[in-house]
C-alpha cells in the first residue's frame, strides 16, 4: 500500500465518523436544508472538473471537464443560495422574521 | 510559490465543510453554518484555481458562468419544489464525479495502477448509476413519470444482473486497464443500472431514496479525491456519505424497513385483499362549518400536515388557520412525522415558509405523547403515518411502522380528496373511528373555508 493510499483511507475513515456524530445531531426540523447542505458541500468535485478542464490535455477531457465544472457551480450556487433560504424562514414563536 | 499555499487552503476548506455541519445541527447557528460552507468553498475553488496545471481560464470561466445561470433560478423554486429540485442536483452533482472520472481514465490508462483503476471505476459507476437515478426520481417527482412503481416478474434478478456486469467489467479493468473498450461498457451499463434501480420505487418511498441518492454522490466524489490523491474531496465525500447514510436509515427506521426492503420491495404495490368491497363500511362527514365550530370549542389542537398539504399548495391557509386559532386562545401544535412528504423534512420547510413558528413543530417522538390530551387532531393530507392498523394487524403491510397516535385524540378530523386509500393502496382504519370526522374536499379549499367560518362566527 502507498503512503498516499494509506493516508487516504485514514483521512476517509475519520472523516466518515466525524460525519456521522455530527450529522446524528442535526434536529430533524433542519433535515431539508441539511441535504442541500450537503449537496453544495459534494460539489467538491469542482476541484477535480476544474483541473481537468483547465489542463487541456485533450479535447475530450477539456469537453468533459468543462461540463463538470457547469454542473459543480450549478451545485455551489443553488445548493448555498437555497440553504440560505430556507433557513431564514425559520423563526420562533412571537418574533418576526429577521 | 504561491501553490505551495494550496495544501493550506485544502486544509482550510475541510475544516469549514466540518464546522459548517455543525452548526447546521440547530436553527440559532445554521446560518452561521452556510456562511462557513461558502467560505470553504471558496478556499478550495480559489486554491485550485492557483493549480499551476491550468493553461487556461477560459473554459472553466465560461462553466462558472453557465453554471451560476442555471444555478441561481434552481435555488429559486417555490418550497414545494424542494424534493424535485433535490433529485436534479444530486444527478448534477454524480454527473460531474463521472464526467471527471471518465475524463482521467482515457488521460492516463493503461498506465494506471490498480488502485488508482479501482477507486476510479467505482466514481464512474457511482457516478453514472446516481446520475439516471437522480433524474428517475426528478421525473417521479415532477410527475413527468408515473409516480407508482412499476414492477414486472424477475425484476430483482434483472436489476442485479445488470449491476453484476457493471461491476464485473470494472473489476476486469482493474486486472488489466489494459482492456479500455471495457470502460463504455461500465459507463452505459451504470447508466441503465440508474434507471432500472427507480423503475420500481414508489412516491411514498422517495425520502430513502432521495437520502440514499445523496450518500452515493458523496461516495463518487470520495472516490475522485482517491483517484486525484486530494484529502479535501475524500473528507468532503465521506462527510457527504455519511450525512446521506444517516438521514436514509432514519427514515427506513420511521417506516420499519429495511433498505434491501425499500430498494427491491417495491412497496406501495396494490396488496392483495386491500379495499376488500362489499364491506362497505361507514364514516362520518362533517362540513367546514361543522369543523370550524368543533375547532373553536377546542383548547388543544394538534395538525398533523402530509404530502397532500403539499400538493394542495395549503401551507399559507394552514397559516391563516394557526393566526385564527392562536388568537382565540387555543393551544396549536404540528405533529411531523420522520416520513411525511418526499423527502426528509419535507413539511418543517412548507410550515417555516408559511411564517409558522418552528417551535409549534413536533417530532413525532415527542408528539405522541400529547394525543391522549388533544381536543382535536386535525390530519391534512397525511395517511398511512396515521393508521392504526400499523400497531396492531398483522396481515397490513405498514405493520410496525410508528405512526403518530392521531387516534388517541378527542375528536379527529380528516380532510381529504375522497375515501381513495393512500399511497400504499392500504384502507386507513382510522376513518371508520366513531370520533373521527371526514371533511372531504381539496385541502387548501377546505382550510380556507374553515378559516372563514371562524373569522364569521367567532363573536365570542
Same mark, same amino acid.
Given at each position: 500500500m502507498s503512503p498516499e493510499l494509506e493516508q487516504g483511507l485514514y483521512a476517509f475513515l475519520l472523516a466518515t465518523f466525524v460525519g456521522l456524530e455530527i450529522i446524528r445531531r442535526v434536529s430533524p426540523l433542519l433535515h431539508t436544508p441539511l441535504m442541500s447542505l450537503t449537496n453544495a458541500i459534494s460539489a467538491i468535485a469542482v476541484v477535480g472538473s476544474i483541473v481537468v478542464a483547465g489542463e487541456q490535455k485533450t479535447t475530450l477531457s477539456t469537453v468533459l471537464g468543462t461540463v463538470a465544472v457547469a454542473c459543480s457551480t450549478i451545485n455551489i450556487v443553488g445548493g448555498y443560495l437555497i440553504t440560505y433560504r430556507m433557513l431564514r424562514m425559520f423563526r420562533k414563536s412571537g418574533k418576526d422574521k429577521p | 510559490m504561491i501553490e505551495r499555499a494550496i495544501p493550506?487552503?485544502?486544509?482550510?476548506?475541510?475544516?469549514?465543510?466540518?464546522?459548517?455541519?455543525?452548526?447546521?445541527?440547530?436553527? =440559532?447557528?445554521?446560518?452561521?453554518?452556510?456562511?462557513?460552507?461558502?467560505?470553504?468553498?471558496?478556499?478550495?475553488?480559489g486554491g485550485t484555481l492557483l493549480r499551476p496545471e491550468i493553461v487556461s481560464?477560459?473554459?472553466?470561466?465560461?462553466?462558472?458562468?453557465?453554471?451560476?445561470?442555471?444555478?441561481?433560478?434552481?435555488?429559486?423554486? =417555490?418550497?414545494?419544489?424542494? =424534493?424535485?429540485?433535490?433529485?436534479?442536483?444530486?444527478?448534477?452533482?454524480?454527473?460531474?464525479?463521472?464526467?471527471?472520472?471518465?475524463?482521467?481514465f482515457y488521460l492516463r490508462a493503461p498506465r494506471i495502477d490498480r488502485?488508482?483503476?479501482?477507486?476510479?471505476?467505482?466514481?464512474?459507476?457511482?457516478?453514472?448509476?446516481?446520475?439516471?437515478?437522480?433524474?428517475?426520481?426528478?421525473?417521479?417527482l415532477q410527475e413527468i413519470l408515473p409516480a407508482r412503481p412499476i414492477t414486472y416478474r424477475n425484476q430483482n434478478v434483472v436489476n442485479l444482473s445488470i449491476l453484476g456486469v457493471a461491476a464485473g467489467a470494472g473489476a476486469y479493468l482493474v486486472a488489466r486497464p489494459e482492456a479500455a473498450w471495457l470502460f463504455p461498457v461500465l459507463a452505459v451499463l451504470s447508466?441503465?443500472?440508474?434507471?432500472?434501480?427507480?423503475?420500481?420505487?414508489?412516491?411514498?418511498?422517495?425520502?430513502?431514496?432521495?437520502?440514499?441518492?445523496?450518500?452515493y454522490a458523496g461516495l463518487s466524489a470520495a472516490a475522485m479525491g482517491f483517484v486525484l490523491d486530494n484529502k479535501l474531496l475524500i473528507i468532503a465525500g465521506a462527510l457527504d456519505g455519511s450525512s446521506g447514510l444517516i438521514l436514509s436509515v432514519i427514515m427506513c427506521r420511521a417506516m420499519n424497513r429495511s433498505f434491501t426492503n425499500v430498494l427491491f420491495g417495491a412497496f406501495g404495490q396494490v396488496q392483495a385483499g386491500a379495499g376488500t368491497v362489499g364491506e362497505q363500511r361507514i364514516v362520518r362527514g362533517a362540513t367546514a362549518e361543522e369543523a370550524a365550530g368543533i375547532l373553536q370549542a377546542a383548547s388543544r389542537v394538534i395538525v398533523v400536515p402530509g404530502y397532500g398539504m403539499a400538493v394542495a399548495q395549503a401551507q399559507h391557509k394552514v397559516r391563516e388557520?394557526?393566526?385564527?386559532?392562536?388568537?382565540?386562545?387555543?393551544?396549536?401544535?404540528?405533529?411531523?412525522h420522520p416520513v411525511a412528504g418526499r423527502m426528509p423534512g419535507h413539511m418543517n420547510v412548507l410550515l417555516a415558509e408559511a411564517d409558522i413558528p418552528y417551535d409549534r413543530l413536533m417530532e413525532m417522538e415527542d408528539v405522541n405523547s400529547e394525543f391522549p390530551q388533544a381536543d382535536v387532531a386535525l390530519v391534512l393530507g397525511a395517511n398511512d403515518v396515521t393508521n392504526p392498523a400499523a400497531r396492531h394487524d398483522r396481515s397490513s403491510p405498514i405493520y410496525g411502522m410508528p405512526i403518530l397516535d392521531v387516534d388517541k385524540a378527542r375528536t379527529v378530523m380528516v380532510v381529504k380528496r375522497s375515501m381513495n386509500p393512500g399511497f400504499a393502496g392500504i384502507d386507513n382504519e382510522l376513518y371508520y373511528l366513531d370520533r373521527t370526522l371526514m371533511v372531504f374536499g381539496d385541502a387548501k379549499a377546505v382550510v380556507g373555508n374553515i378559516v372563514r367560518e371562524l373569522a364569521g362566527g367567532g363573536g365570542h
Open positions: - | 493550506l487552503l485544502y486544509l482550510a476548506a475541510a475544516a469549514s465543510f466540518i464546522l459548517a455541519l455543525k452548526w447546521l445541527s440547530s436553527v =440559532p447557528t445554521a446560518r452561521r453554518g452556510v456562511l462557513v460552507g461558502i467560505a470553504g468553498m471558496a478556499l478550495a475553488v481560464y477560459r473554459w472553466i470561466a465560461a462553466a462558472f458562468v453557465a453554471g451560476t445561470v442555471i444555478g441561481v433560478p434552481m435555488a429559486m423554486m =417555490p418550497m414545494t419544489a424542494v =424534493p424535485q429540485r433535490t433529485a436534479l442536483s444530486h444527478a448534477f452533482g454524480a454527473l460531474a464525479a463521472a464526467l471527471v472520472g471518465t475524463a482521467e488502485f488508482t483503476m479501482g477507486a476510479l471505476a467505482l466514481e464512474v459507476l457511482l457516478g453514472f448509476l446516481t446520475f439516471t437515478a437522480s433524474l428517475m426520481a426528478f421525473g417521479k447508466l441503465v443500472f440508474g434507471v432500472m434501480l427507480i423503475v420500481p420505487i414508489g412516491g411514498a418511498d422517495m425520502p430513502t431514496v432521495i437520502s440514499l441518492l445523496n450518500s388557520l394557526y393566526d385564527a386559532l392562536t388568537k382565540a386562545g387555543i393551544d396549536v401544535k404540528f405533529a411531523i
